[in-house]
């Protein structure tokens, strides 16, 4: 007999009903998805919506989580004043629904000032946020998920801050002279030209800078928690590089710097705790890029790398990887829509990844949020372990069974080489939870 997740059992003939559906439904997803059933990786996403219910204008988000089902996106908005604010929303059910965005700043209702392109990071109890106002850095804490800040502090004249924390924050910036600036050690990494630096931790002392160096890629490393940084090193893909991402991968034990390329998404890797990078790597090729990308890691090995894609309007994609980056999976769209989505930032945490972009359209500027369906997720509609729906395991203890590699060979012959085939893997990724969830709610369906 069959035990279903909820401890139903089938007897007799059902069972070969019951059996035949549940393999129908998981061959399905795990063939479309080309992915174990043990991987986390996005394989879709949830229809992108706005992040508040209003029609304010939003841009430049961020986003991060605890890992224990609390989620603070922040983001500049024009709410009506005469200058911008930086808002926030915060989420307590795993992202499941989000609080009315409301000032973080303290000081909005007396500034004059515009607050824009906030970053966002949390070690888990401590959660810093930093932004530029008339050409200074600043920075506020909150210690309640978001729910309350502090007051916010000028760290220096700059421009295009970027955040991590481990026991206390470090904050990178480009100063007036064109140098990446750290906050609060005052340590400096030599350039002239930078531009748009990301930091990131391995949650200890290490931090490891990544920024454009005129046409370049400059990479620097800090081993005593951000006081002191080695002599940068630079990378040249032989074209214009641009727009980093820096990230560590405990599951390994590397760090991972991404970014923008003329021909694609090129990356190098450290498994020395940044003494040492590899040559530039080319992972990714496409035709063009716009905005920075975005790269988050769950600490399993698994990674989702979005960004911005040119073309008559910039839409999102994102490529994921369940082996610590040494391989991505195609390009696919999150978000394929009229406006010009860009400025994409990713978060995950607690079983959960979440996008967010800013939607340039005709009228306005609008924050966008979409949450990835994963492979444990794909045929729950959201659900959990106590899900009536079955995954390929509960037919045959395993996704690599025979009829599962029938329909996996089924796509890539029929379905990954045309685009009208490709058009209808994206649907599937797209409608899949909804008709999961009414599943779900028949158990007589399945």
Sequence with gaps: MIVGSRGRKYHGHSTKRVKGLIVACACVAVALAGWSASAQVPLGWSAAGTVDSSTTPFADPAIATDGAGNWVTIFSSNSGGADDEILVQTSSDNGVTWSTAVPLNTNAGVDVDDDSTPSLATNGTDWVAAWQAAGMIQMATSTDAGAT??????????????????????VAFVNPAGDVAISPSAATIPDGSAGSPAVATDGGTTFVVAYESGADIGVATS?????????????????LDAGPSAGFDPAVGTWIVGWNTDTGISVVVSADGGATWSPPLEILTVSATTDAIAAATDGSGNWTLIFAQAGADSDIIFSTSDDSGLTWSDLRFIADTATNDGNPAIATGSGQWIAVWDAVGALETLVHMAT????????????????????????????????????????DTYLMNN?????????????????ADQVAQHPWAA
Aim: proline share 7%; net charge negative.
């Design 149 to 170: 800040w502090s007051a916010p502090a000028a760290l220096g004249a700059g421009l295009s801050p970027s955040v991590a924390v481990n026991s206390g924050p470090v």
């Design 372 to 411: 990835a369906v994963t492979t444990t997720t794909l045929l729950l509609g959201g659900g959990g372990d106590d899900g009536p729906c079955f995954i390929a395991s509960a037919a045959y203890g395993t996704p690599m069974a025979k009829d599962i590699e029938v329909l996996r060979r089924m796509r």
């Design 223 to 239: 081993t005593d928690g951000g006081a002191t940084f080695s002599a940068p090193m630079t990378f040249d893909s032989g074209g």
């Design 419 to 435: 685009a009208l085939g490709m058009f209808f893997v994206d649907a599937y990724y797209s409608i899949s939870p909804a008709i």
